[in-house]
């Protein structure tokens, strides 16, 4: 059964509330274990150097390797990557993408 809309807005504000104290990331790690527990979607973050995505968070050791992974800039040095969304409807991916673009742009690489 997926998440009702209001189930799923405050997972995101616990997400969000909980990753407000930590580097960026500590962050997105919290926020890749998180979905993946929530909503069985996998995902992962890179460091964007040009044509390359060089890995920086998420679930280490379960690297993507299928031709479903999708590639999602966050902005011009950090990018999402998902090799399924689990549950998440396609509004919910959304929202899900433009508050890891708030929490990126909040944060910087050291």
């Not at 969000?16 to 979607?41: Q, R």
């Not at 379960?62 to 040095?77: G, H, K, N, Q, Y």
């Not at 090799?83 to 929202?95: F, Y």
Request: glycine share 8%; no cysteine.
């Amino acid at each position: 059964m997926e998440a009702g809309t209001s189930d799923f807005d405050r997972w995101l504000k616990t997400v969000n509330t909980n990753a407000d104290d930590l580097a960026l990331v500590p962050a997105l790690d919290l926020v890749a274990e998180s979905v993946d527990k929530a909503y069985g979607a996998s995902i992962w973050f890179a460091e964007i150097l040009g044509r390359r995505w060089s890995y920086i968070a998420g679930r280490p050791g379960d690297a993507p390797f299928t031709e479903e992974i999708r590639r999602v800039s966050l902005d011009d040095r950090i990018g999402l990557i998902a090799n399924g969304w689990g549950s998440l409807s396609e509004i919910q991916r959304g929202d899900f993408i433009a508050s890891l673009r708030e929490l990126v742009s909040a944060k910087h690489l050291p």
